[in-house]
């Protein structure tokens, strides 16, 4: 079977869902996706576009830790939030990669560069926490 191989502008719309679902927000999802098409090339394959997107996040939304000032206990406290940011932006992104783009759980780990069952372990909480928080919502 010849695998299908997708450009970048074949991966706009996705792209726009995934940055759409991230930041609930249609123009931060217009700047994602300016900000991760500008630092990719128009031959860049999918994962590679995938994995710019996830930094293109990371770098607008997962790095803000003003908890503390100068103090040295608020910098450790600072980069334990930084990482459950991060941790959180990347479940949600392997849940909206598996669901939105269809990839299977290895193209998402090379992506994310985690392991496989760490994936899975992602994808199975972080569909309970959707389907949650659309209860949530609908209740409300």
Not at 35 to 51: C, H, I, M, W
Not at 62 to 88: M, V, W
Not at 107 to 116: A, F, G, M, Q
Not at 125 to 139: E, P
């Amino acid at each position: 079977m010849i695998p299908i191989t997708k450009t970048p502008l074949d991966l706009l719309d996705d792209i726009y869902s995934i940055a759409y679902w991230m930041t609930g927000s249609e123009a931060e999802s217009r700047e994602l996706v300016n900000r991760t098409y500008l630092s990719a090339g128009t031959d860049t394959p999918e994962p590679e576009l995938l994995k710019t997107f996830r930094e293109c996040y990371i770098d607008r939304f997962g790095q803000q830790t003003d908890f503390c000032l100068n103090e040295k206990p608020c910098k450790t406290l600072g980069r334990l939030a930084a990482t459950i940011k991060n941790r959180a932006a990347d479940i949600k992104l392997s849940v909206l990669l598996s669901e939105i783009s269809g990839l299977r759980h290895r193209d998402i780990s090379d992506i994310l560069e985690k392991p496989v069952e760490t994936i899975r372990m992602w994808l199975y909480w972080g569909r309970k926490l959707l389907v949650y928080d659309d209860i949530q919502k609908a209740s409300a």
